[in-house]
């Protein structure tokens, strides 16, 4: 059973930088493409940057820039790294492994 589970969410303010972290488990980690997804009040959740399996990432034109995805396949992980964070980036922030598996989220804020 295949189980993704994020940390390190938290208040932050505007202009500072988090590390969000998800630890896999489950499935053969480094064959599978990995995804971080966010979902503001209110709002769709959309997709904010995906990393294939050789390593290939691509991101939304919101964070360019400002956000790096990486994996770490020795260690079943993958890390979203928010710099220059803006109030709009305010969001539960969703691991997402194949398109098709999800953790339960972490919570950023983004005070103004």
């Known amino acids: 059973q295949v189980q993704l589970m994020e940390s390190g969410g938290g208040l932050v303010q505007a202009g500072g930088s988090l590390k969000l972290s998800c630890a896999a488990s489950?499935?053969?980690?480094?064959?599978?493409?990995m995804a971080w997804y966010r979902q503001a009040p209110g709002k769709q959740r959309e997709l904010v940057a995906d990393i294939t399996s050789r390593g290939t990432t691509s991101y939304a034109d919101s964070v360019k820039g400002r956000f790096t995805i990486s994996r770490d396949n020795a260690k079943n992980t993958v890390s979203l790294h928010m710099n220059s964070l803006k109030p709009e980036d305010t969001a539960v922030y969703y691991c997402n492994q194949a398109g098709v598996y999800w953790g339960k989220g972490t919570l950023v804020t983004v005070s103004s």
């Open positions: 489950g499935s053969i980690f480094r064959i599978y493409s």
